[in-house]
């Protein structure tokens, strides 16, 4: 019995000469193919080349451009800036009579509003995700009334509270008819300074519970049920099964929570902006509204630089909330 032995082929050739070969590896690939591939690269770069420039010029060029602008005195319309070096946040931080004051009066009350509003988020969207997972059948309704603070216009929301805030609004009338007269706020809830911070600390955490819900929601639903059985099995009732257990696991999502809450607090004005400006006598005054006031609202020219001076202060202060929650939330994990 012999074997047929077949002639080995010798590799094909195309056009010019060049040799196909397959394209995982081998010789290089024939001119067409290194066309074709060079034609699709450029064809890629060409369409996110919009996106590239955008960002340089809106981005990396005004991150520059405002960086440049904080060691400077301009006041928007003149040709050339005065370089003044670090004096704009010396400025800031102590030495203006002006400016000095006000940023530290701005500083304890963003304080103020970092540490209520990511403690009360927390306080309020975690017992709500806990009850709105346990009712199955309402779930959907119930999540989207919650959600409502969330997608509605912040602005029609602003004007709807300081309307209901008012001497006659519907919060002191409210008070009145359940027996509650001795609450109420003749000057208004937002007119009366030792009630005006934490109403719109209030404000705030309403319209951040949505989010921190719905995170607390999605972080229930892919718990494992089968420690939450074992932990029932060994006698856990409601309550310690839910701060024992599931709220340990679910601290990722905390932080996540209090950090959306911090950035906020710390860089949110349109709330201070819109409701009170600041008032009653600075007792609303944040820096976010600070900065905002400084670069388009001050009648002592130029301080554009001083407005970029205190936005770089705010960007370092949250770069270091962001390390130290980050470094926290690695702690626990």
């Given at each position: ?34 066309r ?29 451009y ?44 963003t ?57 006659d ?66 006698g ?15 601290m ?17 004005f ?64």
């Amino acid at each position: 019995m012999t074997t047929a032995h077949h002639p080995t082929l010798p590799e094909s050739t195309g056009g010019g000469g060049e040799r196909r070969t397959p394209p995982g590896g081998g010789p290089p690939a024939p001119a067409p193919r290194r066309r074709a591939l060079r034609s699709e690269a450029v064809s890629g770069y060409l369409f996110v080349a919009p996106a590239v420039v955008l960002f340089a010029v809106m981005g990396l060029y005004t991150v520059g451009y405002g960086f440049a602008l904080s060691f400077a005195t301009w006041n928007g319309f003149t040709p050339e800036w005065t370089w003044v070096g670090l004096d704009n946040y010396a400025d800031l931080l102590w030495r203006s009579p002006v400016h000095a004051p006000r940023v530290q009066a701005a500083a304890l009350n963003t304080l103020w509003v970092m540490v209520f509003v990511p403690l009360l988020t927390v306080a309020v969207s975690f017992p709500l995700a806990v009850l709105l997972h346990q009712a199955r059948h309402l779930q959907g309704v119930l999540r989207s009334i919650y959600f409502v603070p969330y997608v509605t216009t912040g602005i029609a929301v602003y004007f709807a509270w300081r309307y209901i805030l008012q001497p006659d609004g519907a919060v002191n009338q409210l008070l009145g008819m359940i027996g509650l007269g001795s609450l109420e706020q003749p000057q208004g809830w937002l007119g009366n300074p030792d009630t005006a911070l934490g109403t719109l600390i209030v404000v705030i955490v309403w319209g951040n519970v949505p989010v921190a819900m719905l995170l607390y929601l999605t972080g229930l639903q892919s718990l494992d049920r089968s420690v939450l059985e074992a932990a029932q099995l060994d006698g856990a009732g409601w309550w310690r099964t839910n701060l024992s257990v599931v709220w340990p696991l679910l601290m990722p999502l905390t932080a996540i929570n209090v950090l959306l809450s911090l950035r906020d607090s710390l860089h949110g004005f349109q709330t201070f902006l819109v409701m009170t400006n600041g008032g009653p006598g600075e007792h609303t005054n944040v820096l976010g509204l600070e900065t905002y006031r400084l670069a388009f609202l001050e009648d002592l020219a130029p301080t554009l630089g001083l407005a970029s001076a205190l936005g770089w202060l705010l960007f370092a202060a949250a770069m270091v909330l962001a390390l130290i929650n980050l470094r926290a939330l690695r702690s626990r994990v």
